[in-house]
C-alpha cells in the first residue's frame, strides 16, 4: 500500500513538471498511472485488512488479479469528483441554483436534478480515466477505425485531470502520512502498523499546477467538487473563470 501511495505522488509530481513544461498529452498519461497506483494502493489496502482484521490468506496470484485490471484501478483510486460545466449548460444554471437559492426547498429540488447528472458521470469516470491514459500515451486506431488517435492531437482538459489526481491523493496524504491519531480510532491495527514501521519513506506533499492557470480561451466554467472521506460526503462549490 505505502509504496503505491508512494509513487503515487511521484509520478504526480513529474505529470505537473510536465504540464508547465508544455507537454501536456504526456502530463495526462502519467497522471492516470498516478491514479492507478492510488488505486493499487487501495486494493492492497483492503487485502491488508482482511488478513489482519478477518484472518484471511491472501496468495500472490489473488494479489496479481486485482492488480492487473486497469479500469478497476482506475475506480478504487475515486475519492472525489469534480464536474465541470459551461457557462449556459443545464449543470451550470443547477449550481448557480444551488448556490444562490432563496429557500431550502429550492436548493434540493436543484441538488436532486444535479445528482442525476453525476450518478452517469461518476460510473463513467474509471473506463473514461483509462481511455484518457490511452490517448495520451498511446498513437492507435481512432474508435470509428478510419484514422489515428495521436498523443499530439489530445485536447483534453491536462489541468483538469492534474487537479482531480491532486485533489484524491491529497486526501489519502493527509490521513495516513499526517493523522495516526485519527486514523486509529478508525482504523487501530492499520494505524498501529504504520507508527511501528518508523523507516517508511515519507509520502510526497500533492503536487498542484500553477495559479494562474495557462489561458484556454474565454471558457466559463462551473465546477462541482464532491469529496467524500471517511464515510462523510462533504461538498464545496467553486465558480471559476477560466
Known amino acids: 500500500m505505502w509504496f503505491s501511495l508512494e509513487q503515487c505522488g511521484l509520478l504526480l509530481r513529474d505529470a505537473v513538471n510536465l504540464y508547465e513544461g508544455g507537454s501536456d498529452a504526456t502530463a495526462v498519461g502519467l497522471a492516470m498511472l498516478a491514479r492507478e497506483e492510488m488505486g493499487k494502493a487501495r486494493i492492497l ?40 460545466f459551461e457557462h449556459g449548460t443545464q449543470g451550470a444554471a443547477l449550481l448557480h ?27 463513467r469516470m474509471p473506463v473514461d480515466r483509462h481511455k484518457a491514459r490511452m490517448r495520451a500515451l498511446y498513437v492507435d486506431l481512432d474508435e470509428a477505425g478510419t484514422g489515428w488517435s495521436r498523443p499530439a492531437d489530445m485536447r483534453d482538459d491536462a489541468r483538469a485531470h ?19 491519531d485519527i486514523l486509529a480510532h478508525g482504523e487501530p491495527n492499520l494505524a498501529a ?40 460526503v462533504g461538498t464545496a462549490l467553486m465558480r471559476a473563470l477560466r
Open 193 to 232: 502498523a504504520l507508527a511501528r514501521w518508523t523507516e517508511r519513506p515519507a509520502l510526497l506533499a500533492p503536487a498542484r499546477p500553477q495559479f494562474p492557470p495557462r489561458a484556454r480561451g474565454s471558457v466559463r466554467l462551473y465546477t462541482l467538487l464532491l469529496v467524500a472521506f471517511a464515510g462523510a
Open 162 to 180: 492534474l487537479e482531480d489526481v491532486a485533489n484524491d491523493y491529497a486526501a489519502m496524504w493527509e490521513r495516513y502520512q499526517h493523522n495516526l
Open 45 to 84: 489496502r483492503d487485502l491488508w485488512r482482511d488478513l489482519v482484521n478477518n484472518d484471511r490468506q491472501v496468495d500472490g496470484d489473488e494479489v496479481r488479479k486485482k492488480l492487473g485490471d486497469h479500469e478497476n484501478k482506475q475506480r478504487k483510486a475515486q475519492i472525489g469528483q469534480a464536474l465541470r
Open 97 to 123: 441554483t444551488y448556490h444562490h437559492a432563496s429557500t431550502m426547498a429550492e436548493r434540493e429540488a436543484a441538488w436532486e436534478t444535479l445528482e442525476d447528472l453525476i450518478k452517469p458521470a461518476r460510473k
